[in-house]
Nanobody, 113 residues
Framework: QVQLVESGGGLVQAGGSLRLSCAASGIIFGINAAGWYRQAPGKQRELVAAFTSTHTNYGDSVKGRFTISRDNAKNTVYLQMNSLKPEDTAVYYC????????WGQGTQVTVSS
């Protein structure tokens, strides 16, 4: 059974950095499609960054500040977040896709002003 476990969230001051990790277990194939999404209180879940075998996309609000990457040897996807802003505060969810979508449990990121 596929499981995704996120880590790396926490409290950081505005302008700081965090790196989120999403480790997958129970997978057979490599990671060809994955992404990070976030949901702030009272708001809909939104795309932060995602890649497929041919494209990488970023949400407009994070372009130039966040970078998604992967390490297939470790079955792990990362989200490097720099120049964090208070409006980046949200629960961040990892997503991976094979025959269907799989989601992690979420990790809280809080950016103080």
């Amino acid at each position: 059974q596929v499981q995704l476990v996120e880590s790396g969230g926490g409290l950081v001051q505005a302008g700081g950095s965090l790196r989120l990790s999403c480790a997958a277990s129970g997978i057979i194939f490599g990671i060809n499609a994955a992404g990070w999404y976030r949901q702030a209180p009272g708001k809909q879940r939104e795309l932060v960054a995602a890649f497929t075998s041919t494209h990488t996309n970023y949400g407009d609000s994070v372009k130039g500040r966040f970078t998604i990457s992967r390490d297939n040897a470790k079955n792990t996807v990362y989200l490097q977040m720099n120049s964090l802003k208070p409006e980046d505060t949200a629960v961040y969810y990892c997503n991976m896709r094979w025959s269907k979508d799989y989601w992690g449990q979420g990790t809280q990121v809080t950016v103080s002003s």
